[in-house]
C-alpha cells in the first residue's frame, strides 16, 4: 500500500495565519485570495455569516482552479448578537478588546472546500475564547504589540500564550482562524487523497 500524500490546496485567502497552519500540517499551499468585500452582517447568526463569506470567496476563486482543492474561510467573534469583525482602526480596536474584556465570547469559523466539478462541502466551527480583564494601560499595550486591523475582533491568537486569552474551549486553531482537526478530516477522505 502506498504512503498518502496530501494534496495541493489553493487557499482563498489571504490570510498568514491560515496558510501557517496548513503549511505547518503538511500541505502544499498556494495562495489566491479573492478581492470580494465580506459581508459584516447576517440575521440568521455568526454560523451563516461566517458561511456566506466563506462560499463567496470559494466561488470566487474555485473556477479558476478546477482541477485543485480549494479551501475558502472566514471567521467572526460573536457575543451578546452582535458581530465583531476586522477593525477598521486602533480607535475601534481599543472598544472591541474592552468589550470582550473579562467575558467568553464565540468564534466561528465558516469553511468551505472542494474541487469545482466535485462540488464542495462545508461546516463551521465554533470555539468559546474567555479575556482576562484587561484595563485601558493592558489593551493600549497589547495593540501596540500586534497587527489588529486584519483580524476579527482584533486580537491575535496565535502568539497569545494567555496574556489576554483566559481559556479556549474547543479548537485554538478555530480561533486562529482555521479549524484545522475538522478540515483534515475532510481532506483525509478519499475523495482529496489523490493529486
Not at 25 to 54: H, K, M, Q, T
Not at 118 to 142: C, K, P, R, W
Request: glycine share 8%; aromatic share 6%; hydrophobic share 40%.
Amino acid at each position: 500500500m502506498g504512503v498518502l500524500t496530501r494534496p495541493r490546496l489553493i487557499l482563498a485567502s489571504a490570510s498568514p495565519r491560515r496558510r501557517d497552519l496548513l503549511s505547518r500540517a503538511g500541505y502544499d499551499v498556494r495562495i489566491a485570495a479573492s478581492d470580494i468585500e465580506e459581508l459584516d452582517s447576517c440575521n440568521e447568526g455568526p454560523g451563516a455569516l461566517a458561511l456566506i463569506n466563506a462560499k463567496r470567496k470559494w466561488n470566487a476563486i474555485a473556477p479558476q482552479y478546477p482541477d485543485e482543492i480549494v479551501v475558502a474561510a472566514d471567521t467572526v467573534v460573536w457575543l451578546d448578537g452582535r458581530f465583531y469583525g476586522k477593525p477598521v482602526d486602533f480607535v475601534e480596536a481599543a472598544k472591541m478588546l474592552a468589550i470582550l474584556s473579562g467575558r467568553t465570547h464565540q468564534v466561528v469559523t465558516g469553511v468551505v472546500v472542494g474541487r469545482v466539478g466535485e462540488g464542495s462541502q462545508e461546516f463551521a466551527e465554533v470555539s468559546m475564547v474567555t479575556f482576562h480583564a484587561l484595563d485601558e494601560n493592558e489593551i493600549d499595550a497589547y495593540l501596540k504589540d500586534i497587527h489588529p486591523l486584519d483580524k476579527a475582533g482584533a486580537y491575535a491568537a496565535q502568539d497569545d500564550n494567555g496574556r489576554i486569552i483566559a481559556k479556549v474551549e474547543g479548537s485554538l486553531s478555530n480561533v486562529i482562524g482555521l479549524p484545522m482537526e475538522r478540515l483534515e478530516t475532510f481532506l483525509s477522505s478519499e475523495n482529496y487523497r489523490r493529486q
